[in-house]
Nanobody, 119 residues
Framework: QVQLVESGGGLVQAGGSLRLSCAASERTVSTYVMGWFRQAPGKEREFVASITWNFGSTNYADAMKGRFTISRDTAKSTVYLQMNSLKPEDTSVYYC????????????WGQGTQVTVSS
């Protein structure tokens, strides 16, 4: 069982930056794909970005390309989401997720961290 704990959310003005962190409980995540999702009130959860733990290969939703960067620190079993040039429409609860490479769905989820961008 992998446990994921997010941190780093908060209130920021439009144009500002935040870095979210996701600490994983087990080193077995070295065989996993790690991802970030977000969900705004009244909307469905949407994919933000993902990274493969061993090679660090990344994938982004089109709307986040160029503003968000996903990375990982294998020694700390932590994944990061650097968010720059934030917009009010980025306001959401951000969730960290993990799945084995072979899985089609995301098996593990964090509790979420709130990001609020004021105009």
């Amino acid at each position: 069982q992998v446990q994921l704990v997010e941190s780093g959310g908060g209130l920021v003005q439009a144009g500002g930056s935040l870095r979210l962190s996701c600490a994983a409980s087990e080193r077995t995540v070295s065989t996993y794909v790690m991802g970030w999702f977000r969900q705004a009130p009244g909307k469905e959860r949407e994919f933000v970005a993902s990274i493969t733990w061993n090679f660090g290969s990344t994938n982004y939703a089109d709307a986040m390309k160029g503003r968000f960067t996903i990375s990982r620190d294998t020694a700390k079993s932590t994944v990061y989401l650097q968010m720059n040039s934030l917009k009010p429409e980025d306001t959401s609860v951000y969730y960290c997720a993990a799945r084995p490479y072979y899985a089609s769905g995301w098996n593990y989820w964090g509790q979420g961290t709130q990001v609020t961008v004021s105009s």
